[in-house]
């Protein structure tokens, strides 16, 4: 009896691996040119399978279960189609040419979404933050590649996430950078034909090129091989900070010889964009080749997008009433009757990825890559010693301020609503600058009282990942991968431009004030005491970050006929270290040379189910566990003055885990989610002016608990061939969950290392709305398309100050009704620990598109899109509070704000060929 038990268990687990297969293949043609198409993503959703067309157009699964299945083709510029299929039980399944149809939008959400990326990006004082979601629309998930583009104009973050948490790869090289966590997509600007092919993993799905992320992973493909043949020029024209762009790419596709060659130029430009002060200069360059030689694949891409553009700048809600104008832009004023922004950025980050694909069988791959760029970031800003405060915002120049004497009230509310005249009070006076640095060369000492200089975040950085991807058996995969990361972040500032001055003295000018007569604390470089400073010298700081890291990983999938499931694992070593090179006079002992190198060890496990209800119907469930290494722009005090940092730096754990609910009947499809993702001991840094203290703060954060959880909607309804229907919709909380320990260094060396507990339990997460949601309706006939979309969110929340809410802070508060309690005590501190929250706000998007093909199979495409129509320029996108709240001088420490743009057009023409 026991012999035949044993038996029967043997022979129901090894079932499936004597199960009968078959073979699915086809070829993807263009519907009208009827040209075959490379590079677009095949998936056989029963099996759980996806692949990729080829030079010819042509798809291939073996070993695939029979019975019905569903075949779905998704590219960036083809609509996503469908189709049923019956696999037989053996044999194979040949499905012929497949046509489908060409967006007629000619990939305008693509076009839109990196827009809206760096705009987000340009619009940031310091210009270096990305708080708005990178696209997915790779994708064929419903829920992220509408929210991708709908959103992006509100800043969305999927899932609150922060986008270190989001990984982008290029021909299979990680190009996060290492200190910021963050892909560069200003390098890629106006060069979307050459970034519109790619491989979307959502979340922490597996993936065929990365171990993969919470916020996901997208491999975009350059290689020139996998471009189809022939040519696009694309003119367009905007409201936007440029207002032209213009691109011409060509691409050879694979020839008969194994060469392929891919082209493409374009550039950018305005002289002033929709909001006034903002300029906009870029010219980008992509060029690859691709050899194939019997199974060896080897491509060389490189590209670049040099760029100058002025930066508008966020303020108060005083100056936005004032002026009557919520886009008003305090950066740039008249200089010799011509407009003048004081903050402009110059970037340019030329890269290039070498990368191999040999296919050592048919079940096995290996893909490796080597990517490197060098990139220059350069800010420039306002400085000044020993004069009024040129910032035209600059809280004493408000009618606020002067509440208490009405005449000055009234002098200073006429000066800012005339704004007109050469003392213009709203806009920075750069002749009264130059003027007060011309009086200083023939009665003082010539050096600047007011000068512009260049706050420099340079690059140089490389990468080498190698990939294995082979078949263990019919219901195994498996995919495993290595990863080396080098990287040098050089971070100083020069000399822009003295306004007429002789020369700078290299000293901190707060220190000085401070500590009058100390001839060493006010040095900036001990090794060079005193030095006078020109145009295109470093000055200030000047120091080095060098961070290493390896990585290696696996994941396993299984599938089978009802049950996939997967797991895998990541090992991780980093290791940083600054480089002072100037002796700071505050920090004599710790600003000069190498110090400490931090090391981290970190892992990541993770394991996802799916069950399959039907071909049709999912359950997926997703779970995982890691420790992340601190971002090493995060972990220093003062970086640009001392390599001091909080002692037991440890490695942030994230746990996160969902619930998904996938659906695709013939008209209607969608994804329903539970998420949740906590995180544990994070560390964060702001730097800011503190008014009172008068010198520049650095206040690091270490142990900082956070929680994201919400609830995720996506459907699309099919009602024919013409029309169907989007609703996207999420609702959650992104708040912090307990109360982290903060140090404070002073950069004037007064104070340095003071640690306070910061109260920020139940605080929200600022800078991303908590619900949002669209409704979307989609005409589609006879190569005319129409898209509305009716988009709203709300639960948007300021992001909070640590300084407001350190713990001594709340000395002496008592509630009402206690022993002790002071009335104006309380109302002090509420105002102080008060969270604004943005009113909530709706827009609608309209695009419209046709496309027309020629006899010789060339086409003629245009699109126009019209977003935030019914917009009143009244919805807030971004803000943060500035640090205390004064009572008596509000506008002192109120929060500053960013608004939405008014109606933005985009018109797009393209010519193929």
């Not at 799916?610 to 972990?635: C, E, M, W």
């Not at 999420?730 to 307990?738: Q, V, W």
Request: proline residues 3%; charged residues 20%.
């Amino acid at each position: 009896m026991k012999q035949k038990l044993w038996l029967w268990i043997f022979l129901c687990s090894s079932f499936p691996a004597f199960a009968q297969t078959a073979d699915v293949k086809g070829r993807l043609v263009d519907a009208v040119s009827e040209n075959p198409i490379a590079g677009v993503l095949v998936i056989l959703r029963g099996n759980n399978q996806t692949t990729y067309t080829d030079d010819n157009g042509q798809f291939l699964f073996r070993d695939v279960d029979g019975g019905e299945d569903v075949l779905v083709f998704n590219a960036a510029d083809f609509h996503s189609t469908e189709e049923t299929v019956i696999i037989p039980v053996s044999g194979t399944l040949d499905r012929g040419d497949i046509r489908i149809t060409r967006r007629p939008g000619d990939n305008f959400q693509l076009t839109a979404t990196i827009d809206e990326i760096q705009r987000a990006m340009e619009d940031d004082d310091v210009g270096l933050s990305q708080d708005v979601s990178a696209m997915v629309i790779f994708s064929n998930d419903i829920f992220l590649k509408n929210a991708g583009y709908q959103f992006s104009q509100f800043r969305y973050r999927m899932r609150g996430y922060q986008n270190r948490f989001e990984e982008r790869y290029i021909n299979g090289v990680n190009f996060n950078d290492q200190i910021r966590g963050v892909f560069n997509y200003a390098s890629v600007g106006a060069l979307n034909d050459m970034t519109r092919n790619g491989d979307v993993v959502n979340y922490f799905a597996p993936s065929a090129y990365s171990f993969g992320s919470i916020g996901g992973s997208e491999n975009i493909n350059m290689r020139a091989g996998n471009y189809t043949r022939g040519g696009k020029a694309t003119i367009s024209l905007t409201n936007r900070n440029y207002y032209a762009r213009a691109m011409v790419s060509y691409s050879t596709g694979m020839q008969d010889n194994g060469w392929a060659v891919s082209a493409s130029i374009g550039g950018r430009y305005s002289h002033e964009g929709n909001i006034e002060g903002v300029f906009y200069r870029n010219i980008s360059y992509a060029f690859g080749l691709e050899k194939e030689v019997n199974n060896h694949r080897i491509s060389f891409m490189t590209f670049g997008s040099p760029v100058e553009r002025g930066q508008q700048g966020s303020s108060v809600q005083e100056v936005y009433d004032l002026v009557g104008n919520n886009l008003y832009n305090p950066n740039w004023g008249y200089q010799n009757g011509k407009k003048r922004n004081a903050r402009v950025v110059k970037s340019y980050d030329p890269t290039g990825v070498l990368s191999h694909i040999w296919r050592i069988s048919e079940y096995t791959t290996l893909t490796s890559g080597v990517g490197m760029h060098h990139s220059r970031y350069g800010g420039t800003a306002l400085n000044w010693y020993n004069g009024p405060d040129p910032r035209p915002d600059y809280y004493r120049y408000l009618p606020s301020y002067h509440r208490e004497n009405q005449t000055a009230f009234d002098y200073y509310t006429y000066l800012w609503e005339k704004q007109c005249g050469k003392d213009n009070i709203s806009q920075v006076n750069w002749d009264k600058m130059w003027e007060a640095n011309h009086i200083n060369n023939i009665e003082g000492s010539g050096s600047a009282i007011y000068m512009v200089e260049e706050r420099r975040r340079d690059l140089f950085e490389m990468a080498l990942n190698s990939t294995l991807n082979t078949r263990l058996s019919q219901r195994v995969k498996l995919t495993a991968g290595i990863g080396l990361k080098n990287s040098l972040s050089k971070q100083f500032k020069t000399v822009d431009d003295l306004l007429g001055a002789q020369y700078l003295l290299d000293t901190d000018k707060f220190a000085e004030r401070d500590f009058p007569g100390d001839e060493q604390t006010v040095q900036n470089d001990l090794n060079r005491p005193d030095r006078r400073v020109y145009e295109g010298d470093v000055f200030g700081y000047d120091f080095r970050f060098r961070v290493n890291s390896a990585d290696i990983w696996f994941q396993q999938e299984h599938s089978y006929r009802y049950v996939d499931f997967y797991f895998g694992s990541r090992l991780k070593y980093s290791e940083f270290q600054r480089e002072g090179k100037m002796r700071n006079g505050r920090y004599p002992d710790s600003s000069f040379g190498k110090g400490k190198t931090h090391r981290f060890t970190d892992y990541a496990l993770k394991a996802g189910l799916t069950y399959k209800i039907s071909g049709r119907h999912f359950i997926t469930g997703n779970i995982s566990y890691q420790t992340v290494a601190p971002l090493v722009d995060n972990v220093y005090i003062s970086p640009r003055i001392t390599d001091q940092a909080p002692e037991n730096i440890q490695s942030m754990r994230v746990f996160s885990s969902d619930l998904n609910y996938v659906f695709s009947l013939p008209n209607l499809a969608g994804r329903v989610t539970l998420f949740n993702t906590n995180f544990y001991d994070d560390m964060m840094r702001s730097s800011y002016y503190h008014d009172s203290e008068r010198t520049f703060v650095n206040h690091q954060l270490s142990g900082v608990d956070k929680v994201h959880r919400g609830v995720e909607l996506g459907v699309n309804y099919k009602l024919n061939n013409t029309w169907n229907f989007d609703l996207i919709g999420s609702t959650a909380e992104y708040y912090y969950s307990n109360n982290p320990e903060g140090v404070i260094s002073y950069e004037n060396g007064k104070e340095s290392g003071k640690t306070e507990t910061v109260y920020m339990t139940d605080y929200y997460l600022g800078g991303t709305p908590q619900t949002m949601g669209t409704f979307g309706i989609n005409f589609f006939r006879n190569y005319w398309f129409l898209n509305l979309n009716i988009n709203g969110f709300g639960r948007n929340y300021v992001e909070i100050s640590p300084l407001r809410r350190l713990a001594s802070n709340y000395i002496g508060i008592m509630p009402p009704e206690a022993e002790g309690f002071d009335e104006d005590l309380y109302n002090a501190y509420r105002i102080l620990t008060h969270q604004e929250k943005f009113k909530g706000g709706y827009t609608l998007d309209l695009g419209i598109g046709k496309i027309w093909y020629l006899r010789n199979r060339h086409s003629v495409n245009f699109n126009l899109t019209v977003n935030n129509i019914l917009n009143r320029r009244d919805i807030r996108t971004g803000g943060y509070e500035q640090g205390r709240v004064n009572p008596d001088y509000p506008n002192r420490f109120n929060s500053k704000y960013y608004y939405m743009q008014g109606i933005n057009c985009f018109f797009n023409m393209s010519y193929r060929f």
